[in-house]
């Protein structure tokens, strides 16, 4: 298939990418902290200290975080004591793209991978206007292709070659890779105080998958920028035939145990990723396929990121 045959809700070119960038112009990523509370909707931001070199520590006055507390100085001392942190000249940014063939799907909107692609490319713009080292791996269906952080143009045009390339439509192809090898990989990128965006639907979450994500947490500031679509969260209601390759059944999804059921699993998805989230403070950034998801994502990293 050509791409000039594909409309941009299927797929992203290296151009349209590129326009992405006056957009990021208009923002910087910054190196202080993160909301600390669930700030807006679903979206939660964990609060930053990674990332941070360590000052000096202080009386502990009204508004510092608690858990910052210098407890074995406040028991010596009888009184609260805060532990002080200045930013690091050199900040790391790394993103995670998943570009698999399941992320290449919509009911509304543009696809998943659509979406992916285009988040990566925002936030390596805005990488590159703080000259922040930048660093990735993007998942495809075969393979993965991964860059260890540094600064410069390199990097980011490698970036937006991967995003294009992986993002193309491809007929019979056969997901060999999973989220968890992606995300394993990275782990050894990873520094300490870096800020960390893993975008993906999350279809292949596993407990290993939750396990990298809470070692990376410990190191650095991690975000789930979690990408559906509609029909992933709510079924129609109807009859819809379905068929395995050899025999065709009709699907009937008005009963009220279906409906039940099928919203139920979903939340119950959501939810183990916003635990995961709030245990680790690791950040939480819902995308819906049909929503303006660079305004989203500008105003989550306006939370603190930026």
């Not at 299927?10 to 006056?22: D, G, N, S, V």
């Not at 279906?258 to 709030?278: G, H, I, R």
Request: glycine share 6%; charged share 30%.
């Amino acid at each position: 298939m050509k791409k000039e045959s594909v409309p941009e809700s299927m797929y992203a070119t290296k151009e349209q990418l590129l326009e992405l960038k006056k957009k990021a112009q208009l923002f910087s990523l910054g190196k202080t902290k993160l909301l600390v509370d669930v700030g807006f909707g679903e979206h939660i931001s964990p609060f930053k200290t990674k990332g941070l070199d360590f000052q000096e520590v202080r009386v502990y006055q009204p508004g510092d975080d608690i858990r910052l507390i210098d407890w074995k100085i406040t028991a010596k001392h009888n009184k609260p004591y805060t532990k002080l942190y200045t930013d690091e000249k050199e900040q790391q940014v790394f993103i995670v793209a998943d570009m698999r063939s399941h992320m290449k799907f919509a009911t509304k909107g543009v696809f998943k991978s659509v979406i992916a692609a285009k988040c990566a490319t925002f936030l390596s713009f805005l990488a590159e206007n703080k000259n922040d080292k930048l660093g990735f791996c993007v998942l495809g269906d075969e393979k993965m292709d991964c860059a260890l952080p540094q600064m410069g143009k390199e990097t980011l045009t490698a970036l937006l070659d991967r995003l294009s390339a992986f993002g193309q439509l491809s007929e019979d192809s056969l997901e060999k890779t999973s989220l968890f090898q992606a995300i394993s990989k990275s782990e050894k990128f990873i520094r300490r105080g870096a800020n960390v965006f893993i975008l993906s639907d999350f279809s292949d979450y596993t407990e290993e998958v939750a396990a990298s994500i809470r070692r990376i947490s410990k190191k650095a500031t991690c975000s789930l920028v979690h990408i559906y679509d509609g029909l992933e969260k709510s079924f129609p209601k109807g009859y819809f035939p379905v068929s395995d390759g050899k025999e065709i059944a009709i699907l009937n999804t008005k009963t009220k145990v279906f409906q039940k059921k099928y919203t139920s699993d979903f939340d119950m998805f959501v939810s183990s990723l916003q635990e995961l989230a709030q245990n680790e403070r690791v950040g939480y950034l819902p995308l819906a396929t049909n929503e303006e998801f660079i305004h989203s994502l500008a105003f989550y990293c306006k939370g603190g990121l930026l």
